[in-house]
């Protein structure tokens, strides 16, 4: 995902963000893969989690497909700008992430499945940067609404961090903490690969796969 605006390797304080607006994002209703809804409140039983692995286009068709996840959809998270716009986020001084929202239902896939999924599809060890994409924006992070669920992410990234050092590739820089508040992305970049199969992706993994995580 291509912009102008100059990129930045170091994220802005609170102090130096840019202020955003009141109003909410306008979004779709409904979900174009699934046809499910797209945004809160979801059906008794979902659970959501954020996962940032650069680009969000690519992000979230890891997920969409995926048997229990109920629905994706992609925005801003971890930053200080309320209700950005993404030419903000793209210049750096919002703090947030590129991220996908995944609404599962937990009986039907659990959230260290989506752990395995996430940590297969990117290469957490680059820092503020995943591919050619490059800026604070497309740093990986994991964005949890369950306490217990932050101790089994980090779990998996000491699990995922041995194998990884193994083949060659430096520490991971996933940061994982309790999940902010999710901002929309504009409507044109929900599902957009679903809409625009042709288009930009950058995500690559480091073909190295995560150990399976057993949950006590």
Avoid at 16 to 42: C, E, I, Y
């Amino acid at each position: 995902m291509f912009f102008t605006s100059r990129k930045k390797s170091e994220l802005p304080s609170t102090e130096d963000s840019l202020t955003g607006r009141q109003d909410v994002m306008p979004v779709p209703k409904t979900h174009f893969v699934s046809g499910n809804t797209l945004q809160a409140p979801f059906p008794d039983g979902i659970e959501t989690v954020v996962f940032g692995l650069g680009c969000f286009w690519g992000a979230e068709r890891k997920f969409w497909d995926l048997d229990g996840v109920y629905a994706t959809a992609v925005g801003y998270a971890a930053g200080h700008t309320p209700n950005p716009t993404y030419e903000e986020v793209c210049s750096g001084m919002t703090g947030h992430n590129e991220v996908v929202l995944v609404a599962y239902c937990p009986e039907q896939i659990s959230f260290a499945a989506l752990l395995k999924v996430f940590w297969d599809s990117h290469n957490p060890t680059q820092g503020m940067r995943q591919g050619n994409d490059s800026g604070t924006q497309y740093r990986s992070g994991i964005y949890i609404a369950r306490d217990e669920h932050i101790k089994l992410a980090e779990k998996s990234r000491e699990a995922f961090s041995s194998v990884l050092s193994e083949a060659g590739y430096g520490s991971i820089t996933t940061e994982i903490i309790a999940m902010p508040p999710f901002y929309y992305a504009e409507g044109y970049h929900q599902q957009y690969l679903a809409k625009n199969p042709n288009g930009y992706c950058g995500l690559g993994g480091t073909n190295v796969s995560c150990p399976e995580i057993a949950v006590v």
